[in-house]
């Protein structure tokens, strides 16, 4: 996408970043700021929210975002993605979960569970992963999912959309990106089935329709539903940018109030690809361009803005309907406020000299965790330090997610 400046003055960000979207459903967002999923980890361990949890979300509504989203939300403790993931079912906290919703949703914003499923790469010291496709690879091991288990699927998330309905949540968002169990589905890497649920687009693509089917007849037609999806998995073999363009064909079929457009997978071994994100800038912006000739469902844009002029270019130039960042909101929970302010002011990201396999991840993480215990001026781990951290919290909650799920997890 070729980039024009807009030149930026107070009528540019109120017509830009703060003019209000509404979506499909009738629901109108406040202003274009989106707080991206991110895995905070602040379960209690039992799949139950708390209230660090609370504070988190409140530091992001406080700081004046029209949307924030909690990144990995389970229907089922059976295939967590971590053992602080919150899990939606019958056995949930209600009252935990109301006080997430509510304070999550201060000043205007929306907050809304990002629904999933880990599938292949659920957390194994409490899972025994499942996908759409047997796998045994040296560093990748998961049974094949059968059809029941698949036809199973559409309600489990319809369950979880609804209990987050009844406990104040402003919307859901539908994870099929990044790797997880429904963006298995649309991968060849991972899906190598042969039957309805696998081989052509439209077969990858047909249980997250029958999942976006029992959602919206779940929770009926003026609550908003999202969904989060790959342009690329940036892995060869994986899912590409003419797959996914494809599939953003099929959405604007469906009921879906908004389209999260992202990247990339991990799968072990597999080398990338051709399709990749766009230099330093914003990663997905040509892809979303692109897309957005093909439906009128809103889309947006997650991964790379990291200065105010991009997210108001990315808007004005129509590549996108709103801009949705993580790391800089972590950095600083009030940027929304601060880009929709005559004086601005762009997140300073930190730089690290090494960068040991999840080690950025865990310092985030740790980084979400001082901010929902108000103590982020404190905050000074170095990645050693938050992964050492982040490992042996998730090693004690392992101990916790059985005591409260131990039958299940004997079952696996």
Same mark, same amino acid.
Not at 283 to 302: D, L, N
């Given at each position: 996408?070729?980039?024009?400046?807009?030149?930026?003055?107070?009528?540019?960000?109120?017509?830009?970043?703060?003019?209000?979207?509404?979506?499909?459903?009738?629901?109108?967002?406040?202003?274009?700021? /989106?707080?991206?999923?991110?895995?905070?980890?602040?379960? *209690?361990?039992?799949?139950?929210?708390?209230?660090?949890?609370?504070?988190?979300?409140?530091?992001?509504?406080?700081?004046?975002?029209?949307?924030?989203?909690?990144?990995?939300? #389970?229907?089922?403790?059976?295939?967590?993605?971590?053992?602080?993931?919150?899990?939606?079912?019958?056995?949930?906290?209600?009252?935990?979960?109301?006080?997430?919703?509510?304070?999550?949703?201060?000043?205007?914003?929306?907050?809304? %569970?990002?629904?999933?499923?880990?599938?292949?790469?659920?957390?194994?010291? /409490?899972?025994?992963?499942?996908? =759409?496709?047997?796998? *045994?690879?040296?560093?990748?091991?998961?049974?094949?999912?059968?059809?029941?288990?698949?036809?199973?699927?559409?309600?489990?998330?319809?369950?979880?959309?609804?209990?987050?309905?009844?406990?104040?949540?402003?919307?859901? #968002?539908?994870?099929?990106?990044?790797?997880?169990?429904?963006?298995?589905?649309?991968? =060849?890497?991972?899906?190598?089935?042969?039957?309805?649920?696998?081989?052509?687009?439209?077969? +990858?693509?047909?249980?997250?329709?029958?999942?976006?089917?029992? /959602?919206?007849?779940?929770?009926?037609?003026?609550?908003?539903?999202?969904?989060?999806?790959?342009?690329?998995?940036?892995?060869?073999?994986?899912?590409?940018?003419?797959?996914?363009?494809?599939?953003?064909?099929?959405? @604007?079929?469906?009921?879906?109030?908004?389209?999260?457009?992202?990247?990339?997978?991990?799968? %072990?071994?597999? %080398?990338?690809?051709?399709?990749?994100?766009?230099?330093?800038? %914003?990663?997905?912006?040509?892809?979303?361009?692109?897309?957005?000739?093909?439906?009128?469902?809103?889309?947006?844009?997650?991964?790379?803005?990291?200065?105010? #002029?991009?997210?108001? @270019?990315?808007?004005?130039?129509?590549?996108?309907?709103?801009?949705?960042?993580?790391?800089?909101?972590?950095?600083? =929970?009030?940027?929304?406020?601060?880009?929709?302010?005559?004086?601005?002011?762009?997140?300073?990201?930190?730089?690290?000299?090494?960068?040991?396999?999840?080690?950025?991840?865990?310092?985030?993480?740790?980084?979400?965790?001082?901010?929902?215990?108000?103590?982020?001026?404190?905050?000074?781990?170095?990645?050693?330090?938050?992964?050492?951290?982040?490992?042996? +919290?998730?090693?004690?909650?392992?101990?916790?997610?059985?005591?409260?799920?131990?039958?299940?997890?004997?079952?696996?």
């Amino acid at each position: 996408m070729k980039q024009t400046m807009t030149k930026l003055n107070p009528s540019n960000l109120a017509e830009t970043l703060g003019k209000p979207l509404e979506l499909p459903c009738g629901v109108v967002l406040k202003n274009r700021m /989106v707080k991206a999923a991110m895995s905070d980890s602040l379960g *209690d361990g039992c799949g139950n929210a708390t209230d660090a949890q609370s504070r988190l979300y409140e530091h992001w509504a406080q700081g004046g975002v029209a949307l924030s989203l909690i990144g990995e939300v #389970q229907g089922t403790p059976h295939y967590p993605e971590k053992p602080g993931n919150l899990v939606l079912n019958p056995n949930s906290d209600i009252e935990a979960l109301q006080d997430l919703a509510r304070r999550g949703s201060i000043n205007g914003a929306h907050l809304w %569970p990002q629904l999933g499923h880990a599938g292949a790469l659920s957390y194994l010291p /409490v899972s025994k992963p499942k996908g =759409p496709s047997a796998l *045994d690879l040296a560093e990748l091991q998961c049974e094949g999912m059968s059809i029941e288990d698949i036809e199973a699927l559409p309600a489990m998330y319809a369950n979880a959309a609804l209990i987050a309905k009844e406990a104040g949540f402003g919307g859901v #968002q539908i994870h099929a990106g990044h790797g997880f169990l429904l963006s298995q589905f649309l991968s =060849p890497l991972f899906n190598r089935r042969t039957d309805g649920y696998g081989g052509s687009v439209e077969g +990858r693509f047909r249980v997250v329709h029958e999942v976006i089917e029992a /959602v919206r007849e779940a929770v009926g037609d003026a609550f908003p539903i999202g969904i989060k999806i790959n342009s690329t998995d940036q892995l060869e073999g994986g899912l590409t940018e003419a797959d996914a363009m494809k599939m953003i064909g099929i959405l @604007d079929q469906t009921s879906i109030d908004l389209i999260d457009i992202s990247g990339g997978t991990y799968f %072990p071994g597999a %080398p990338a690809s051709s399709d990749s994100s766009s230099g330093s800038g %914003p990663y997905f912006i040509e892809f979303a361009q692109r897309a957005k000739q093909i439906t009128g469902i809103p889309i947006i844009a997650t991964g790379g803005f990291k200065t105010r #002029q991009q997210a108001i @270019d990315a808007i004005a130039n129509g590549a996108v309907d709103m801009v949705s960042i993580g790391r800089g909101m972590a950095v600083n =929970p009030s940027l929304a406020n601060d880009w929709l302010s005559a004086e601005g002011g762009d997140p300073k990201l930190p730089r690290f000299a090494i960068n040991p396999p999840g080690g950025v991840t865990a310092w985030y993480s740790m980084r979400l965790t001082a901010l929902a215990e108000d103590n982020e001026d404190a905050f000074d781990l170095d990645l050693k330090s938050a992964m050492s951290i982040y490992d042996a +919290r998730d090693e004690a909650r392992c101990a916790e997610w059985r005591q409260a799920f131990g039958r299940i997890v004997k079952e696996l």
